[in-house]
């Protein structure tokens, strides 16, 4: 239970020793793309994905919001999902650290592997699992009643993590890679949402990744900051690709094309188009696509 | 000129409505106001420094019924604490099933429970010392269980609005930390709403403590105090006797024919409401200290 969390490494060096996989790997998606099972198969096997979803379907009820996802996403990188609201953006990454099915009558099937172990297999707790796959929400969330020094500690606290001089550390550490330590070191101990909303952000951030997890998923982080305070957060994940595979979901096409490597556009729940972002928006593939990138739509 | 006319009658339609609700307001502080002066002018007279310290032995003081409704008011609290949070999670976290339905029903009616009827049931089941009872006598205990019975309603709803009003975010952002539910709700939310839920239970204290009708069959009167010593309460022997409290006081002495208990009765009644204002204010006083909001507010 503790020995994720008490490793002294540097979070991204731990496991991860594969190669970067070559850049274009989903090439073979050049056709339009109405059979699923053709999309992915094939490219798999050449490049070794941080996650995998296979055929993932999630929804509400009797209602689907995610129709048959088959998408690979590379290690250490920027992946976008971009697409209008309703599309499934925020249920699809919410698939990957199961907190989808923490909703009542939510749903999902299919599979998400990550690092070749299927997340949603009987066997994986949920709860350990989310230690590896940190999340940053669309509003910023700090917990009340908590000092910012109390919220970037949480998650190891909570997790038995002792008080002391090592925590102080993994507390200064995260605040500085969310770039937020140096306005609050002398203010540790007041109280996380007394800071202004982008700051509220970088500490989620902090948060999230004081537990030192792999993947970073990030739903809309931005939608609700002003300008400088967006521009701050799209730095701060660039800067964090290095160490960490981020999903960032985002309904601004623009902030997609600032700051992902590869981007996805999703609509009415299906996966329309998935590709290097300078391609996908280049010389989309899709009609949908298209119209989307060029504001014809969404 | 149709203009003027319209802008006069609009200034004046304003105004009358203003005044309305000024005189509203006014009708509604008269008997406060009148309550308050009353308590005042009758009660500061008997207020004397031996009047707090002396026993009730011979109309000499109240200082055992204001020891007796702390220590009655604390073991009440102490019943109805556990079992109020344990609810409000209950309702919060399973709110849809039936069962939650059906309790909040049944806290609903309990709340309109007449007082007086709790105490008659109280002392059918734990004082009466004959019959289908526990034979335990008038007690503190046996009046704490009465006054937590009317506290448990109030206070377990007060838990279930101050958990419903954290956002959902802040659960997830708990969950996607990696901690389980457990956690969550035990560290995260119920100290995120602690403000209210203090709020709440001081509400629920101040709400009963100049209860008198479930003391009438519960406590009795005494004319000692509750404890003689350290050891004494050590051994727990103060519950299961009878204890004076300042609602007791007032109902004993304003129905006697002595006019000098008369007066102490006013003395005692202006007590009562002093000790509940000051738990009252103490409590926003510490939510605004410790939490750097209005109560409830962070």
Request: hydrophobic letters at 45%; a positive charge; one cysteine or more.
């Amino acid at each position: 239970m503790k020995s994720p969390l008490v490793e002294e490494e540097e979070p991204g060096t731990v496991p991860d020793v594969r190669p970067v996989p070559p850049k274009p790997t989903m090439m073979a998606m050049s056709k339009p793309l109405p059979v699923p099972a053709q999309r992915t198969a094939a490219p798999v096997e050449q490049a070794p994905a941080r996650i995998a979803v296979r055929n993932l379907e999630a929804g509400y009820g009797n209602h689907k919001v995610l129709k048959s996802i088959n998408m690979d996403v590379p290690p250490r990188s920027v992946t976008a999902i971009m697409g209008p609201s309703g599309c499934g953006k925020s249920t699809f990454i919410r698939c990957i650290n199961r907190l989808h099915e923490e909703t009542h009558g939510a749903w999902s099937r299919g599979e998400v592997i990550l690092d070749g172990q299927d997340l949603f297999h009987p066997s994986i707790d949920p709860v350990d699992m989310r230690r590896k796959i940190g999340m940053v929400f669309q509003r910023p969330n700090p917990f009340p009643t908590f000092t910012i020094y109390e919220n970037v500690a949480a998650g190891l606290r909570l997790n038995g993590f002792r008080r002391g001089a090592k925590l102080d550390e993994r507390v200064e550490k995260s605040l500085r890679r969310a770039a937020l330590w140096d306005e609050v070191k002398d203010r540790l101990h007041t109280a996380g949402t007394g800071l202004s909303g982008g700051q509220q952000q970088r500490l989620c951030i902090a948060r999230a990744i004081a537990v030192e997890p792999e993947i970073l998923l990030a739903d809309e982080p931005a939608s609700a900051l002003d300008p400088v305070a967006t521009e701050r957060i799209e730095e701060l994940l660039l800067n964090l690709k290095q160490d960490y595979t981020i999903l960032l979901v985002t309904h601004n096409i623009q902030q997609a094309a600032r700051v992902a490597d590869r981007t996805a556009f999703f609509l009415l729940g299906d996966l329309i188009e998935y590709g290097p972002t300078n391609d996908l928006f280049t010389k989309p593939k899709d009609s949908r696509t298209d119209a989307f990138i060029s504001g014809r739509f969404g | 000129m149709m203009q003027t006319n319209r802008a006069v009658y609009r200034r004046f339609k304003n105004r009358i409505v203003l005044g309305m609700m000024a005189l509203a307001v006014i009708v509604c502080l008269i008997p406060l106001a009148a309550l308050m002066t009353t308590l005042l002018s009758n009660g500061l007279g008997s207020l004397s420094w031996s009047f707090l310290r002396q026993r009730t032995e011979e109309g000499a003081g109240v200082g055992n019924a204001i020891l007796g409704s702390f220590l009655i008011l604390l073991a009440a609290a102490v019943f109805a604490v556990p079992l109020g949070l344990a609810l409000g999670i209950y309702l919060t976290q399973r709110g849809t099933t039936r069962l939650a339905s059906a309790s909040r029903l049944l806290l609903d009616v309990l709340s309109g429970i007449p007082a007086i009827i709790v105490g008659v049931f109280i002392y059918t089941i734990v004082v009466r010392k004959s019959g289908f009872s526990l034979h335990v006598g008038f007690s503190t205990l046996a009046g704490a269980l009465a006054l937590s019975i009317i506290m448990l309603p109030i206070f377990a709803r007060a838990t279930e609005e101050a958990l419903k009003a954290i956002p959902k975010t802040v659960d997830e952002a708990g969950l996607g930390l990696g901690l389980p539910r457990r956690t969550v709700v035990l560290r995260i939310l119920i100290r995120a709403a602690s403000p209210s839920i203090l709020t709440g239970l001081f509400l629920a204290l101040a709400r009963v403590a100049g209860e008198a009708a479930p003391l009438l069959f519960t406590t009795d009167k005494s004319e000692y105090w509750p404890s003689h010593g350290v050891k004494d309460l050590a051994t727990l022997k103060p519950l299961t006797e009878p204890i004076s409290s300042l609602p007791m006081v007032v109902f004993n002495y304003t129905t006697s024919p002595k006019p000098e208990l008369n007066a102490q009765a006013w003395g005692a009644a202006l007590l009562l409401v002093i000790m509940v204002l000051t738990i009252r204010l103490s409590t926003k006083a510490y939510t605004a200290w410790r939490y750097g909001g209005k109560d409830g507010h962070v």
